[in-house]
């Protein structure tokens, strides 16, 4: 038989180390753009080693982290599994109130913050119950002035003085590694927990040619947060190969992510598609190169139409659709076109690209309609999506109740509702709770959200269902318009714009015109504050 | 945590059902090309999962083939590890002997055989002490006219009356799928046993672009046996991202290689140098067409420096060398330049691909010498290749001693002796056995031959050690010259071909002339056959 060889961090790090130690991470610090090599980031990962040692971190300790997108995040996300303990990432833009209930719930020992984000922590240390020490990150030796209280360290100051001599344990594969904490729309957040070979088998996936083909020439730039699931597990994935990494630091605007994609010959940038509505004005201007860029990985909501059109026909950057969330590691699906695809025409190589693709190598899926039977895979029938494999929750953490109402059968309920077409490519046409009911009729807001985003004038458009005396449910649109259409473009405009698109029973009861979509702290729209809006109004 | 989800070769199949089922498998059959689909392969691995338990096949009984590269291998290939029985592939170029102790010793209870090797079984069934029932495979649902006893079938009639009715079971991920036995230079063959894991880990690894890039518009010919460690994992690994496959069928020949590629345009071909050396002169004629090969696989011994120059200068296509072994499952190690080697020369370009390469995601490698210390990477320090990893052997099949011998410390001890240089690009110089030690030095008899064969009317070379008296061991050289050469190179012109190139002590002390350097099953050259020859001839 085979050896029983256990599937762990080390894996990973050790042959970045040992094959790819020239290979370089770049990290957009405070003062200037910071550049090592894995060989001076192994160095690190190792002296960190100890430094939790220092600090009284055992097996199965909580290690929250408050930072951006940068090294020293990178160098936590290794060495903090690799000593045993967990790695929690915490959304920095969580309400003061979730971040407190978050810490306190996944009982965090230690916390690692960025030293422009201690503010966050000030306001709510009185409320922590579990948090011994923390360690302030930043590009000098000195403590920042703070109001923490307790004892409060600086990194590089713990790091300088820290050995590298280190045997890293050799860890059972499921071992926990990192957790994550959903931001849920209603009620508090859910923690999911991440183990050793989740997130290695989660790379091979992601490395695959046909999920995100990461090769060792790739210069990746993960934008989507590292409180995010991992950063969907892009430093993980990128490090194993050996790519080069480029991190963008503290609050980077669309301006920043241009120039230092420029910089360093960026090859593929992953984000939420609110980013790349960001910088694709900027990279219109001009002022930065954008060729050596293969591709955009888009994730985290749905990309609209226009938006993939427009970098792929004027930029000629393509989209990579994808979707996943923190219940899955959080990579399941991928948009690309099969190879028998090529000769398609470019609207419909587009239309391909708007859906969130195929299920990537490791995982199940299939989606069930109301009653639990299977829909077919025609692209028409709706259905709720259901997932297995390997790197999908099979818990929430102590929430055994929550836990029930999302994983049965040894099925994760995802809430998001899908069409699936003969090929296999997977459209989210709702969420779950989002699916509008109409007279025994489904209704996608999402669909009529992206219908409505074609007018050439609306920004953004958001759809919620409101009740019906007679049907039930009925759909109601947001529109957010540009500064030419303020003032200028009426309900009805909006709806002759949608009416030849849908049928009738589709066409919202009402438009309501309004200056922004309030977004979730992902970037996501919150349909909730819509709801709690629209109900204040009547 | 997550979901505690097996890996599985179900995960594998119903993958390229369900998302590639348009794509093809081509077979060269007894009479033509055969041709079908992922989705009807599908359909005839179900029915033959019937048939398995028609047959009587219980989980964990060992299924023997004796059979050619062709879907119906393959089809094998899954139903028999899929209903949780074992898949034991059997080298049909082993002496008769050997065959009936490998078949004894693996316990086969039903064996699937081609037509045209049915000899081969009538040959030593009387020896056969655990074989139940002969399924016999051809292109009709006739039971070809055979002297085989006891119960014998048609592959296609059992096929044609099955129900595709069927719920392949859960395994867990440690059940052994698949086994195959070492074709040893002394002694007997030893077993080796995959289980589904390892050879969904093995995957996952193949796949990498740091691998072999393998992606779904690929076109796929595994030329290398099936018989051969389950065809280095290709026919799993093509069919998991939807690849097109073509097998060869039987006995095919150079030009029967070259017509296939051509009709089917295979971007992808993998087999062993003497393939390769065959094919080369049957392209360069220009026959056939070749520009859409991407790369050729060359595995199972070292690939000559001229056959990769040939290759890669001539014919523009790239040789990637890979290495590994029936204990490894086999990818260990793929020769590809890294990207900041794009811009060397040509020559340092083919001396990379010269190496054995990279060691793939997912494994753990040291060389050390004689003390058991670790060697240096400086491209020159010698010692043996240990490896670990989820899909190394951990064990021979009921052969504890042998397992000790060779696994230890956690470790498998390859017998192989490289040199890793400060990149990580691993070189074997010698097999353990077959390195010269003179006076204290170590000889590669592997680079001595390399050398030989840059000699204009050298065909093949093999060095051997030889007993010396006062140096304890002395390279020898066995030669093969070209038409040209026979009867005019001599013993001195091949020394002083060798002279300029290697240290005094380096050139060998004997030239012998002779037909054909005699070759082990695998069509490796058998040292073992020349050192008996040598002592004969003493």
Not at 1 to 14: A, G, P
Not at 197 to 221: G, K, N, Q, T, W
Request: hydrophobic share 35%.
């Amino acid at each position: 038989m085979m050896m029983d060889y256990q599937l762990t961090l080390k894996t990973i790090l050790s042959r970045a180390k040992n094959i790819y130690s020239k290979k370089e991470v770049i990290s957009r610090d405070y003062s200037e753009d910071f550049k090592y090599t894995y060989g001076d980031m192994y160095e690190r990962v190792k002296k960190l080693g100890n430094v939790l040692e220092e600090l009284g971190v055992k097996k199965g300790d909580k290690i929250g982290t408050l930072a951006w997108n940068n090294h020293r995040h990178l160098e936590i996300y290794f060495a903090v599994p690799m000593t045993g303990a967990i790695l929690h990432t915490l959304n920095l833009r969580l309400s003061a109130e979730q971040l407190a209930y978050v810490i306190n719930h996944g009982e965090d020992k230690v916390i690692f913050v960025d030293k422009d984000v201690v503010p966050l922590l000030e306001a709510i240390q009185d409320h922590l119950k579990t948090v011994e020490k923390i360690v302030i990150m930043s590009d000098t030796k000195e403590v920042p002035e703070n109001n923490l209280k307790g004892e409060v360290f600086s990194y590089e100051a713990l790091l300088e003085k820290a050995s590298s001599e280190i045997e890293f344990p050799d860890l059972d594969e499921k071992t926990p590694a990192a957790m994550c904490y959903t931001t849920a729309t209603t009620g508090n957040p859910k923690g999911v927990v991440y183990t050793h070979r989740s997130i290695v088998l989660h790379c091979f996936s992601i490395i695959c040619p046909e999920a995100l083909d990461l090769h060792e020439s790739d210069c990746l730039m993960p934008f989507v947060p590292m409180f995010h699931v991992n950063a969907w597990g892009l430093p993980y994935a990128a490090t194993w190969v050996g790519a080069n990494q480029v991190y963008p630091g503290s609050r980077p605007d669309p301006e920043t992510v241009c120039r230092l994609m420029d910089d360093y010959k960026v090859t593929l940038g992953a984000g939420v598609p609110t980013i790349w509505m960001g910088t694709y004005p900027v990279w219109e201007q001009g002022k930065y190169e954008y060729s050596h860029i293969r591709g955009l990985v888009c994730g985290g909501s749905a990309a609209p139409r226009h938006l993939i059109k427009g970098y792929s026909q004027v930029l000629g950057i393509p989209i990579i659709h994808a979707y996943g969330m923190t219940e899955t590691s959080p990579l399941v699906l991928a948009s690309k076109p099969k190879s028998y695809m090529q000769d398609l025409d470019e609207e419909e190589k587009i239309n391909i690209a708007t859906k969130q693709g195929l299920l990537v190598p490791g995982l199940e899926m299939k989606a069930i309609d109301d009653e639990g039977n299977e829909i077919k895979w025609d692209g028409t029938e709706m259905g709720e999506l259901l997932l297995k494999g390997p790197w999908i929750a099979g818990e929430y953490y102590k929430e055994p109740e929550k836990t029930e109402e999302t994983i049965k059968d040894g099925w994760l309920h995802t809430g998001d509702i899908v069409t699936i077409d003969q090929e296999g490519y997977v459209k989210i046409v709702d969420r779950a709770k989002d699916l509008i009911k109409s007279g025994g009729e489904w209704i996608s807001s999402v669909d009529l959200e992206n219908i409505i985003m074609t007018h050439p004038n609306v920004k953004e458009a958001a759809v919620i269902s409101v009740p019906h005396e007679k049907w039930i449910e009925r759909p109601m649109a947001f529109v957010v318009l540009d500064d030419e259409g303020k003032d200028k473009i009426t309900e009805k405009d909006i709806l002759e714009h949608i009416e030849p698109k849908v049928s009738r029973i589709w066409v919202p009861d009402k438009v309501e015109f309004i200056d922004e979509i309030p977004k979730t702290s992902v970037g996501k729209f919150s349909k909730r504050v819509l709801r709690e809006k629209y109900v204040e109004e009547e």
